[in-house]
């Protein structure tokens, strides 16, 4: 019973390239959650999907930052244009969105960490 | 979601019971108690969550008191495998209200060997 899968676990990019981090939730979850984690820093909301739909990006920056979530397929974090400031773990979590007391539980993946240099 | 308070960092001696306090004051009926952990650079991880009543998992045990206004976490006998930082989140559990939790600053548990 594989958990989150995210990749690429590690990945540099140079100012002004794009990024694409991917997330396979866990089987049976049909919601999915992106955080972000700068260093030395807390884990800060972005963005919550359900499969075709973003329901809430209130976390999302403005700009360059887009997320979704298809029909078939994983997840996709997609940053354009890549800043040193987008420096960060990024990290997917999944819940199931049914269950009493457990449709909001997280389980995490290992996250991916962007450095652009 | 109500809002949380819990002390930036505690120290624990290694086989001893650790405690992790949290504050939810503004708790709502509908609310739960979620606690998570994040072991240096890792994935937060799960750990126990409830709604009233005391909780037990492999993990560990939730104590909500009885007026729900603040709740404990305790590692009946911590290794230094339990030192991370700590995060108490109170949210509503509706299917209609999934959504996002927030993580505040968490305590950050140091176990000593």
């Known amino acids: 019973n594989a958990g989150v899968m995210q990749n690429p676990r590690h990945l540099v990019r140079r100012r002004g390239q794009e990024a694409r981090l991917r997330c396979s939730p866990m089987k049976g979850h049909s919601h999915v959650y992106w955080y972000r984690q700068l260093p030395e820093e807390g884990l800060k909301f972005m963005v919550y999907l359900q499969k075709e739909n973003i329901i809430d990006e209130s976390g999302m920056p403005k700009e360059r930052f887009s997320a979704e979530f298809p029909k078939e397929g994983p997840s996709i974090l997609r940053i354009q244009q890549v800043v040193r400031g987008d420096s960060a773990a990024y990290f997917c979590?999944?819940?199931?969105?049914?269950?009493?007391?457990?449709?909001?539980?997280?389980?995490f993946g290992a996250g991916s960490r962007l450095t652009v240099l | 979601d109500a809002k949380t308070t819990q002390p930036p960092s505690m120290d624990c001696a290694e086989g001893r019971a650790a405690n992790l306090p949290c504050n939810h004051s503004t708790i709502s009926g509908n609310e739960y108690v979620y606690w998570y952990r994040q072991i240096h650079s890792q994935g937060p991880q799960y750990i126990i969550h409830?709604?009233?009543n005391n909780e037990t998992n492999e993990m560990a045990s939730l104590i909500i008191t009885e007026d729900r206004k603040s709740s404990t976490l305790i590692l009946p006998h911590a290794t230094l495998r339990d030192t991370a930082v700590y995060y108490c989140?109170?949210?509503?559990?509706?299917?209609?209200?999934?959504?996002?939790?927030?993580f505040g600053d968490g305590t950050t548990l140091t176990v000593k060997p």
């Open positions: 979590a999944s819940s199931p969105g049914t269950g009493r007391g457990r449709a909001n539980v997280l389980t």
């Open positions: 989140i109170v949210r509503v559990d509706l299917r209609t209200n999934a959504g996002k939790s927030t």
């Open positions: 409830g709604l009233k």
